[in-house]
Every structure is written in C-alpha cells, then in structure tokens.
C-alpha cells in the first residue's frame, strides 16, 4: 500500500524558515511524481501553492517554493507569516492516473 | 477562472448510495479533468476519482469497488456515486479540476453524513 509521509506538526517563529517534506514508503520521491503542495485552513477548501515540484500557482506569494530534498519533496515557507498558520498537504502522481495525498502537517507560527 | 460547487444530499443512510454533483462554470467541461477529494472530520484529504469528459475515468483503487463517476456535458456537471456507505464515508467531498497534475479551482465542499 502506497503511504505518503508528512510531519504531522511543526512550528515556526515569525519571520522564520520552516521546510515541510513529503516522502514515499516505498520510493524515493522525485519530479516524477508531480509533486504538488496545498494549503487548508479550518473550513476552507484547500488552496494549491506549488505544483509540478517547484511552480508555484497563480498569486501565492515567493515565500512558499517547492523542491526536492534527498529522497522528498519539500515546501520551504521563507519570512514565515501568521496568515501561514495552516494545515498543509502534499499529494503525488502515481502514474495511471492514480494520486495519493499525505496525512498533512499543521503548521503553527509562534 | 472556473468556478466550482458541489451539491446533493447531506445525510445518507447506512448500505445506501451517495451522489453527489458538482456544476462546473467560467471554463470549459469538455477539455479538461476532474477529480473528487474527500476528507473525513478533524482528518486529512484522500483522493477518489477523476474523470475525463472523453470517458476515461480514474479510481481510487481503495475505493474502486464502490466508486463511478460521470459527466453530463449538456449541464456542465459530473457527479459520484458511492454506494455501500458506511459511517467512514462521513467526509467532506470536494470537487476540483485537475490540470497539469496538481488540482485547482476547488468548490467549497459539502458536507455528507452517513448514519441511520
């Protein structure tokens, strides 16, 4: 069974750096996978901040970027902000039309 | 910008089948993919189909069993269907399109609760 790996929290002072990353049980993750990150705060849908590993998606501010680190994915919030207070999940392609997201980290900025 | 949202029935009862629709607006049904996201209270989000409006559809191979989803080009919608739902199909279900593998233009989500 494909499990798809976050930290389940994290937290953050403002103005600080935080890298969230994403990994595979059975792989390691590359660009292959499309990595693609997304951002929920309580009752609203999900926002896409970063798709395609490293684009980041119309209006998200360049704070957020996406890359590749060892074997993961990562979401790097650089100047971190307490609008970034949020829920944040990563999801992959796994080829066949399949995508699997992960459990998702809250991120607490204090 | 494509505009999304959801409806059907809030609560379904236990063995039976849950449809939901979700009406498509500002972009074009036919030329792209779209998806279902659901997510259960206080967790996280599982993906559980996509569809093209060509035909081609993807499953959740989790869910694959109990999952269909179609088009209707004419209304500019698609719809699931889910049928056997137990209370671990009390979830929040999103419709979203899915472009360039990452998915976008999310509805709101509507809320489903199974129980008798």
């Known amino acids: 069974q494909t499990v798809v790996t976050q930290e389940p929290s994290f937290s953050v002072s403002p103005g600080g750096t935080v890298t969230l990353t994403c990994g595979l049980n059975?792989?390691?993750?590359?660009?292959?996978?499309?990595p693609s990150w997304y951002q929920q705060t309580p009752g609203q849908a999900p926002r896409t901040l970063i798709y395609n590993t490293n684009t980041r998606s119309s209006g998200v501010p360049d704070r957020f970027s996406g890359s590749i680190l060892g074997n993961k994915a990562a979401l790097t919030i650089t100047g971190a902000q307490s609008t970034d207070e949020s829920d944040y999940y990563c999801a992959l392609f796994m080829g066949g039309g399949i995508y699997v997201f992960g459990g998702g980290t809250k991120l607490t900025v204090l | 910008q494509v505009q999304l949202q959801e409806s059907g029935p809030g609560l379904v009862k236990p063995s039976e089948t849950l449809s939901l629709t979700c009406a498509v607006s500002?972009?074009?049904?036919?030329?792209?993919?779209w998806t279902w996201v659901r997510q259960p209270p206080g967790k996280g989000l599982e993906w559980i189909a996509e569809?093209?409006?060509?035909?081609?559809?993807h499953y959740n191979p989790s869910l694959k069993s109990r999952v269909t989803m179609s088009v209707d080009k004419s209304k500019d919608q698609f719809s699931l269907n889910l049928t056997s739902v137990t209370a671990a199909d009390t979830a929040v279900y999103y419709c979203?399109?899915?472009?360039?593998?990452?998915?976008?233009?999310w509805g709101q989500g509507t809320l489903v609760t199974v129980s008798s």
């Open positions: 979203a399109r899915a472009l360039s593998k990452k998915f976008d233009s």
């Open positions: 059975s792989d390691s993750v590359s660009t292959n996978y499309y």
């Open positions: 569809i093209y409006p060509g035909g081609t559809t």
């Open positions: 500002g972009g074009s049904i036919s030329s792209n993919w």
